[in-house]
């Protein structure tokens, strides 16, 4: 069994490539920075995903579309429309039979940066006509939309004792999601489920539903 994961050199992408590896499968990694995911059944190809899909990629059961961007003057360039040409150059494979984005709670809430929240919404949209067009394969399409990760990408929050504080604090549970938690729901997601498609999955330990009624 293959998996193809965007963004594996850190984070919710390299904890997720050692998920499917620690199952026993074969994973393919893609990303611009140097692989450090050291495992035999790993191969790293170092790339943007705006220059495509490589020719050299195998045909995979799963595709987890994770690479992306937190600059505003990229994000739609690269965590849209480059994530949606990947995507659509793999969907010849034979063996496909599970996408998944990684999106963001920002895609329902509004509250980062514009282009970025733009980009992820745009994701959720791009998998929910994707699940449309490819449920008479049999091939499920879902995202993950994180709240807070504890990510080297968040490491300006995590370092500062105050900031990390007041986030944990905008949250029911009092925490941040790890990678791990991420990598666990792709896993069921795109392998265990047989009958969840073009659902967009919240995981952001109660931030969204957190309110103060007043009376």
Known sequence: MKAIITGTSSGIGKAAAEKFLAEGWEVWGVDTAAGTVNHPSYRHILLDIREGAPSDLPDAEVLINNAGTLEEKDAIEINLSATIRFTEELLGGKKLRSILFIASASARNGAEFPRYVASKAGIVGYMKNL???????????????????????????????????????????????????????????????????????????????RSNFIW
């Open 131 to 209: 699940a449309l067009t490819l449920a008479p394969r049999g091939i499920l399409c879902n995202s993950i939309s994180p709240g807070g990760v504890v990510t080297p990408a968040n490491r300006h929050i995590l370092e500062r004792e105050d900031l990390y504080a007041a986030v944990k604090g905008e949250t029911l549970l009092g925490k941040w999601a790890e990678p791990e938690e991420v990598a666990d729901l792709a896993w069921y997601l795109t392998v265990v489920n047989r009958s969840i498609t073009g659902e967009d999955i919240l995981m952001d330990n109660g931030e969204m539903l």
